[in-house]
C-alpha cells in the first residue's frame, strides 16, 4: 500500500515542527507549503537528512506552488500571520481570512479528498472559512485548538498534583483560549474529577480556578515570552495526534472546532467539542450534558465566535 501524503500548508514554526513530527512517527510521505521563496524547500530538504540519524522513511518535498500538494490525505493548515505581543487573536482575522480563502481553493482544486485540519488564528472563524472556502464536507475540515488547551490544561494539574501528565485528562469546550470553557468536573486524575480531589485535600479550589486562568491565557503566556510569535510545539503536537486519529482510523475522542447541526443548541458554526476522529474523519459529536452556569459559559464562547463569522461575513458581502 502507497504511503499516505500529508501537506503542511504553511512552512513557518509550527509547519516546520509538523514536518519532523509527521517524519519521526513515519506517518507517510511530508509536502511542505510556503509562499517564502526556497523556505519549504530548504525545511523539507534538512528535515529529509535528519530521517537517516532518525531512522524514519518518507519522501519529503516542498514548494511555493500550491499543485506540491496535490492528492494529500491531510492537509494541516498554518499559512497566516501569528500574533505579536499585545495583539489578540481576534486582531488576525483581517490578515488571515483572505490567506485561508486562498488555501481553501487551492484545497479543493488540488486535494478534495483530504481531511483538514486548519490552526491558523483566531482558529474558529478559520476554519469556518476554510469549510466554506474550500467546499470540502465539514466532517472532514476540523479546527486544531481544543486539544493544545486541554494538554496545557493537563499540565498545570500534573504539576499541580504531582502526578504523571499521562494520568490526567481534561475536558475543555467551546472556542480557543479566553471564551474556553474547562470543564473541571470532567477533568480527573486517574478517573478521580478534579471537585473530588478538592474534597480529598489535594488541591484547593483556588489554585484550580487559577488553572484554569492560566490555561485561558496560555497562549499570551508565551507570546509575551517569545516575543517574537506564538506557542508551536504544542500546538503542533496537538495537531499530530488529530492526522494520526484520522490516518490509522484510532477513534480518538479530542476536543476540536467541529460544525455543529444543532449539537449544544448551536447551527451551522464551528465550535470546539468532543468529537470521536476516525477514518470518516468527525464521526461522531459527543453532546455531554451541561450544569447552567457551564451552559453560560459555552454559549458565551458561542456568541464571542459568532461575532467574528459575522465580521467576515461583511467583509465578504462588502467585497
Ligand atoms: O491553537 C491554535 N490553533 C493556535 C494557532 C496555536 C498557536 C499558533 N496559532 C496560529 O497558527 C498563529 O496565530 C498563526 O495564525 C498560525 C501559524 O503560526 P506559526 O507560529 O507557524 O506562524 P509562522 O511561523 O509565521 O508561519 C506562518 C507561515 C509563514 O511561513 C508564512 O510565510 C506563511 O505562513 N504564510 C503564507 N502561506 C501561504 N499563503 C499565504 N498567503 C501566507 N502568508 C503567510
Redesign the pocket.
Known amino acids: 500500500m502507497a504511503r499516505k501524503k500529508i501537506a503542511l500548508?504553511?512552512?513557518?514554526?509550527?509547519?516546520?515542527?509538523l514536518a519532523l513530527l509527521a517524519g519521526q512517527k513515519e506517518m507517510g510521505d511530508v509536502v511542505l507549503?510556503?509562499?517564502?521563496e526556497g523556505?519549504?524547500e530548504g525545511k523539507a530538504l534538512d528535515l529529509a537528512q535528519a530521517s537517516p540519524v532518525e531512522g524514519f522513511n518518507a519522501k519529503l518535498g516542498g514548494g511555493n506552488d500550491y499543485s506540491v500538494i496535490a492528492g494529500a490525505d491531510v492537509v494541516i493548515v498554518?499559512?497566516?500571520?501569528?500574533?505579536k505581543p499585545g495583539m489578540s487573536?481576534d486582531d488576525?482575522i483581517g490578515?488571515?481570512t483572505?490567506?485561508v480563502k486562498?488555501?481553501g481553493e487551492a484545497i479543493k482544486t488540488y486535494a478534495p479528498n483530504a481531511f483538514v485540519i486548519?490552526?491558523?488564528?483566531?482558529?474558529d472563524v478559520?476554519v469556518w472559512v476554510m469549510q466554506q472556502a474550500s467546499g470540502l464536507p465539514p466532517e472532514r475540515v476540523v479546527?486544531?485548538?481544543g486539544?493544545?488547551?486541554s494538554a496545557r490544561f493537563r499540565y498545570f494539574l500534573a504539576e499541580e498534583f504531582g502526578v504523571s501528565v499521562e494520568d490526567v485528562t481534561a475536558f475543555v469546550l467551546g472556542g480557543?483560549?479566553d471564551t474556553m470553557v474547562p470543564l473541571v468536573r470532567y477533568s480527573t486524575v486517574a478517573g478521580i474529577p478534579l471537585p473530588d480531589l478538592v474534597k480529598m485535600g489535594w488541591t484547593t479550589q483556588e489554585k484550580l480556578d487559577a488553572i484554569v486562568q492560566r490555561t485561558r491565557d496560555g497562549?499570551a503566556e508565551?507570546v509575551k515570552l517569545l516575543k517574537t510569535?506564538?506557542?508551536?510545539y504544542?500546538?503542533?503536537a496537538?495537531?499530530i495526534v488529530m492526522a494520526e486519529s484520522y490516518l490509522k482510523d484510532q477513534k480518538r475522542v479530542l476536543p476540536c472546532?467541529a460544525y455543529l447541526t444543532g449539537q449544544y443548541g448551536v447551527s451551522d458554526m464551528y465550535v470546539g467539542v468532543p468529537v470521536v476522529l476516525g477514518a470518516g474523519g468527525v464521526e461522531k459529536i459527543i453532546e455531554i450534558e451541561l450544569s447552567a452556569e457551564e451552559k453560560a459559559m459555552f454559549d458565551h464562547s458561542v456568541d464571542a465566535v459568532k461575532t467574528l463569522v459575522d465580521v467576515v461575513k461583511k467583509q465578504e458581502a462588502g467585497k
Open positions: 500548508v504553511g512552512a513557518g514554526q509550527i509547519g516546520g515542527t507549503f510556503d509562499i517564502a523556505m519549504p498554518t499559512a497566516g500571520v501569528p500574533r487573536r488576525l490578515i488571515n483572505g490567506v486562498t488555501v486548519v490552526i491558523t488564528n483566531p482558529l478559520m479546527g486544531m485548538a486539544v493544545l488547551d480557543h483560549g497562549g508565551i510569535g506564538s506557542a508551536f504544542a500546538p503542533a496537538s495537531a472546532a
